[in-house]
């Protein structure tokens, strides 16, 4: 039995087990349909989750399925770790969990390809396409796995989010990793059995993995992430050729599409091509021209309290609020939201102006206010904030920086030169509430600030936007 | 010149899923790109049926059992939490019934808890 060659003994599948994977991958992308809007989401995904559930039954029930006591045991784990983590985590940590989940994912593919190797005694007897693709999934599995835990731990700040990078050395480094994993695949598909030479190659690619990521700074992580999840599903559309998976041929390259464009949406706002992003390192030469650039400023930086702001927004007419990560950081945006209702109340029409890479996430802003229950109606995407800021009376910054930065559009020299940016500086007056005057992510003095019609609140996000909310009491 | 035509089978799917992916996923707007992500997160756990697959050829060999169990748990995650944590983030996108201005503004300033509402 152990000896049978993986390939042949799923091409004898039942249809009728086919018919089940094509219902399952039909509700997926009928699920993924009901995501085009807020009110059908929730029922899309949980049309996709019925698809997961049938997809899983129609295995179990294959006819060569065994060893149910470690299924079972396999399968009790990973609920008892991810119910709980899904249950308890904090939407700021959102952006952590996705790539944790991600990470996992790609485990299991390249340990599914270590074992397909194992059981094939090195996929001999076995289709050359079939190891090719195995392979395949085996180094980008263990890249997206590697990579994901490295992205989790510096947006958990468990190891630092400045980019931590070999230099010049980095580019080199890393090709060579990935023609060593390449290079290593090649041999085991030309007929190479050792066990020791597939190793290798998931040792390349996991030092690939942590080479990738770790150079990259806190401002690019929603880029990474989003393309982390397309490795990890095109790796599982591989794992779906090699075994023979209608079902996870369809959701892999579904994922690896969804992650494609958005890490493509996520550089485009950025003004970033997708090689320089992986070559990282984007804090490290941006400080030291954002520090001398400093010196450049012949404004001045005015502050303000939160009496004083709390008068200038209550007398506004259209208010813009400009979230971002800083909002995250301090738990802000239940106060952000009192002090959105407190404005209402006073007859002043307040919105959201929302950067696509706000946070650190795609859409991460997004989900902190609806947290906090304000309507998406009041969300503004860049395009359309840009036209309401010169009617704006007030644009009140919270936490946001970089995507704020005039020099994006005014200064050929900046390193952010380029990246679409919310054009805060057309409102008539700007408040921007920040903990100090410290360069953000990208280490890039932000010439909002010296701004003639700018003012600043220092102080934590959370505390400031209370404070205002309660002076507007006294107004 | 079967396994050849189940490979062409194969790539067939493969780039019309591309296609369809590339179509659905353009559609979904910028506000829900964080449940996007997490949902099809959720999705590429599909790689749980591969473990499910292979563990039931596994027949002897501990160290086989070992990494498979390891693979079928973290498939595991992937689609409970993924799905979970989605749904938990999508119900907050639901419209809320307006008009009810009569949460007291004392108890929201600590929202350090704000969970699934």
Known sequence: ?475 | MVIASTLTTNLSILVLAGFIGFVVISKVPNTLHTPLMSGTNAIHGIVLLGGLLTIGLAGNGTFNKVILVIAIAFGTINIVGGFLVTDRMLEMFKPKPKAKPDTTDAGKGDGGDGKAS
Not at chain 1, 37 to 65: Q, S
Not at chain 1, 186 to 212: D, K, P, R, T, W
Not at chain 1, 298 to 315: F, K, P
Not at chain 1, 365 to 394: K, S
């Open chain 1, 1 to 475: 039995m152990t000896a049978v060659p993986l390939a042949t003994s799923f091409v004898q599948s039942q249809s009728f087990l086919d018919v089940l994977y094509i219902v399952a991958f039909g509700l997926f992308i009928q699920g993924l349909r009901g995501l085009a809007g807020p009110t059908t989401a929730v029922r899309g995904t949980r049309i996709a989750a019925v698809g997961m559930a049938i997809a899983v039954i129609a295995t179990l029930l294959n006819p060569n399925e065994g060893n149910w006591g470690l299924i079972a045991l396999g399968i009790a784990l990973g609920a008892a770790v991810g119910v709980p983590a899904a249950r308890q985590v904090k939407m700021t940590a959102m952006p952590q969990m996705v790539a944790l989940f991600n990470g996992v994912g790609g485990g299991a593919v390249f340990l599914i390809s270590w074992s397909e190797f194992r059981l094939t005694h090195g996929y001999s007897h076995t289709a050359t396409y079939i190891a090719i693709f195995s392979l395949f999934a085996a180094i980008v599995g263990s890249v997206s796995f590697w990579g994901s835990n490295i992205a989790f731990g510096k947006l958990q700040e468990i190891i630092p989010g400045r980019p931590i990078t070999l230099g010049g050395a980095q580019q080199v480094v890393n090709l060579v990793l990935l023609v060593l994993a390449v290079a290593a695949g090649a041999y085991i598909a030309s007929g190479e059995h050792s066990q020791g030479i597939f190793i290798g190659m998931l040792v390349c690619a996991a030092l690939l993995g942590n080479a990738v990521v770790l150079p990259i700074g806190g401002a690019d992580m929603p880029v990474v992430i989003s393309m982390l999840n397309a490795f990890t599903g095109l790796s599982a559309a591989a794992t779906g050729i090699a075994l023979n998976n209608p079902a996870l041929i369809v959701a892999g390259m579904i994922v690896g599409a969804s992650g494609s464009i958005l890490t493509n949406l996520m550089a485009t706002a950025m003004n970033r091509s997708i090689p320089a992003i992986v070559a990282g390192g984007f804090g490290g030469g941006g400080a030291v021209e954002g520090a001398s650039g400093a010196g450049e400023h012949a404004g001045t930086v005015r502050s303000t309290t939160a009496a004083d702001a709390a008068i200038q927004l209550a007398y506004a007419s259209h208010v813009m609020i400009v979230p971002g990560y800083g909002m995250a950081v301090a738990q802000a945006q239940h106060a952000v939201r009192e002090l959105t209702k407190a404005l209402e109340a006073r007859g002043v029409e307040v919105n959201f102006a929302i950067h696509p890479v706000a946070g650190r996430m795609p859409g991460h802003m997004n989900v902190l206010l609806a947290e906090a229950d304000v309507p998406y109606d009041q969300l503004e995407e860049m395009e359309e904030a840009n036209q309401e800021f010169a009617r704006t009376d007030v644009s009140l910054v919270i936490g946001a920086n970089d995507v704020t930065n005039p020099a994006a559009k005014n200064t050929p020299s900046s390193p952010i030169y380029g990246m679409p940016i919310l054009e805060v500086s057309e409102s008539h007056s700007v408040i921007v509430i920040k903990r100090s005057m410290n360069p953000g992510f990208a280490g890039i003095e932000n010439e909002l600030y010296y701004e003639p019609e700018t003012t600043m609140l220092f102080g934590d996000a959370k505390a400031a936007v209370t404070e205002i909310t309660a002076e507007l009491a006294n107004i």
